[in-house]
């Protein structure tokens, strides 16, 4: 998995977003499992309550990818089709799972379809939340888009999408 690490994450009291000011340069180089997607990670920047991935994705199949729809939930949570950043922490529960804090959008957005061969490059981002904080001294990784391969993914059959979380990650 890729881990990204972020020093100075944390809320303040009164649910503030502490200042995390930093940038990344990591140059990470993933591969989906099953189809041959390829993925890359140049930059990942922490900045004005913000958090900003410079990202590739290569569609190297004989099938044209669709991503999957994705809207920002309502708060930040265990389920979600599009790219994010990840990390593992507690449910309401006790429990322990991994947490998506979801992008907000995608610059300039994935051809809808990718074509087999195409490769997007651009910028993911998204807010970072007061609560839950990202953690500190733990890993962070971005996890994907989740793409449908050769038609739009019905959101049920894993085995007919492509879905990736880093192998690598940051730590604040």
């Known amino acids: ?52 991935v410079r990202a590739t994705v290569s569609n190297d199949t004989n099938e044209p990818l669709y991503e999957a729809t994705w809207s920002p939930p309502g708060d930040y949570g265990v389920t979600w089709n599009g790219p994010a950043l990840v990390y593992s922490g507690l449910d309401v529960l006790g429990q322990r799972r991994l947490i998506y804090v979801p992008a907000e959008q995608e610059t300039p957005e994935i051809a809808f379809p990718l074509r087999p061969g195409a490769t997007w490059r651009g910028t993911i981002e998204g807010k970072i939340p007061a609560t839950p904080a990202l953690p500190r001294g733990e890993d962070i990784w971005v996890r994907y888009p989740v793409f449908g391969v050769g038609q739009p993914w019905d959101g049920v059959n894993t085995a007919l999408a492509v879905q990736w979380i880093s192998a690598k990650a940051v730590r604040l």
Not at 21 to 46: G, M
């Open 1 to 52: 998995m890729l881990v990204l690490a972020a020093a100075g994450c944390g809320s303040t009291p009164g649910g503030r977003t502490a200042r995390i000011e930093r940038t990344f340069d990591v140059h990470w180089r993933d591969a989906a499992s099953a189809h041959p997607v390829h993925y890359r990670i140049d930059r990942i920047v922490f900045h004005d309550g913000r958090w900003r």
